[in-house]
């Protein structure tokens, strides 16, 4: 009988390398992770803990191979946290998650820009729009979806909406089921 390969390769985007960590984390599978960065011709890697632990931890962090001035570890860890685990929740601040995960605010805010090509507040809203938009497809009234993400009222869940959607929930929905119809 063989054996399977030890090592897999593989290509993913950058922005999507998160979703790639945490599935390989959830299925206690041991991973390297490398990315090269072609302006500079540097590589960063990313290992998995030695020995996964049966229930994942709260706040899951990658031990990194990566230089130390590479924040790459700590800028995903935080995107696996309160982006892709949590993101019905409300967050707290950049400097209460910066000060979490001991760096600076500056390091925060330049790491998203450097990974993500956005800050991290730009890109949190529009992950949680996202969600936002796959519940109100999924049939979920703008009252649910708000009091889900923590909003107080209904009304400001459907403001930020709008703001970043340019329709109203209700709208929103109209028009997908029109499509969806038509």
Partial sequence: MSQPPSTVEFV????????VVMLLLSNKLTFTLTSSDQTENTQ?????????????KADPVYV????LTSNLAVIESICLKYITMNIE??????????AEF??????LKNGFKAIYGKPF????????IEHAKMLLLK????AEIAERFGYSHATKFGQVFQKHV????????????????G
Avoid: C, W
Wanted: glycine share 6%; aromatic share 6%; hydrophobic share 30%.
């Fill in 139 to 142: 049939g979920y009234k703008s």
């Fill in 44 to 56: 960063k890697t990313i290992v998995s803990p030695p020995d996964i632990p049966d229930e994942p």
């Fill in 64 to 67: 990194s191979k990566a230089p």
């Fill in 102 to 107: 001991g760096i600076s605010p500056m390091t």
């Fill in 121 to 128: 507040y730009q890109l949190y809203m529009g992950k949680r």
């Fill in 89 to 98: 929740q409300s967050i707290p601040n950049e400097a209460q998650i910066a």
């Fill in 166 to 181: 340019g329709l109203t929930p209700k709208q929103f929905q109209i028009n997908h089921q029109r499509r969806a119809s």
């Fill in 12 to 19: 993913v985007p950058a922005e999507n390398a998160h979703i």
